[in-house]
């Protein structure tokens, strides 16, 4: 079966194209990037910012059993409904530079669509970082449970 | 069926990444492979059948003993840092699939 969300990231380069088609029309997935309430659905985050407007700013946390684990912000560059939002996106408290992102909407037929994230990094080190932290934390999440039934056994 | 998430879940099992490490040294029958744990024999005969199924680990007939080695081939493709990442990304637009589908049944 086809892999409804790709990703591509050539060799040396500083950026990364991700793709996925949806099945809603294109209104629904650009709303559920425009309304602060759907987005924190989805994204399991909380919004604390959100001025959808060229050169408005957004900012978001990420809590776990009350601490906050991770904050990111930005600034809007442009916004236009239904087809496009640019904007940058940083981490807070993390040695990670800001990044900027272009996501394109595009309507497929009246019940599907499309996204395109364009993500742009400050070097290809920063994005070979950025992309290798799902793998990194699967990888230690694995170690971690190695850890604790070895303190077990002994 | 998705193969290479099928891998992913079979390293995240610590067990089976310590049955890894081991035969990543050296190849090894069952037996011996068991005798470094102190679970049953057939919960290690069920890693290795799930490691040997996702194409982790190679089975090699020695005479009347079946060794078990590491498919170097595989584990490189584990070491793909893009598909835990893709993965993470199709996981978070599932959810937005299903909240706007959702969204949209309630108007």
Redesign the interface.
């Known amino acids: 079966m086809e892999q409804k969300t790709k990703v591509s990231a050539e060799d040396g380069k500083q950026e990364i194209i991700i793709t996925r088609e949806f099945d809603l029309p294109l209104e629904l997935l650009f709303k559920a990037y425009e309304e602060p309430e759907l987005f924190e659905q989805w994204m399991g985050t909380k919004v604390l910012k959100m001025e959808n407007k060229k050169h408005g700013s957004y900012a978001f946390e990420t809590s776990y059993n009350g601490n906050v684990m991770f904050r990111a912000n930005g600034t809007i560059h442009e916004f236009v409904l239904n087809q496009k939002i640019t904007r940058t996106f940083e981490m807070e408290n993390t040695p990670f530079p800001v990044q900027l992102e272009f996501l394109e909407f595009e309507k497929l037929t009246d019940d599907t669509s499309k996204l395109t994230m364009h993500i742009v990094f400050r070097s290809a080190e920063f994005r070979n970082q950025l992309m290798q932290m799902p793998f990194a934390q699967g990888l230690n999440m694995a170690h971690d449970r190695l850890q604790e039934i070895v303190n077990k056994l002994t | 069926m998705n193969l290479r998430r099928d891998v ?1 879940q079979a ?5 089976r ?2 049955i890894l490490m081991l035969v990543a040294t050296q190849s090894m029958t069952a037996g011996a492979i068991a005798s470094n744990f ?1 679970t049953a024999r057939p919960t290690v005969s069920k890693h290795l059948q799930i490691l040997t199924e996702c194409e982790l680990l190679k089975q090699e007939q020695n005479g009347r003993e079946v060794h078990y080695h590491l498919n170097a081939k595989k584990i490189k493709e584990v070491a793909d ?10 996981d ?2 599932n ?7 959702n ?2 049944s309630e108007k």
Do not use: C, G, N, S
């Not at chain 2, 835990?84 to 199709?90: A, E, K, T, V």
């Not at chain 2, 959810?95 to 589908?101: I, Q, R, S």
């Open positions: 992913f390293i995240a099992d610590p067990t990444r310590a102190d840092f893009i598909e835990p990442f893709r993965q993470m990304w199709d978070r637009f959810k937005l699939e299903a909240v706007m589908k969204y949209k």
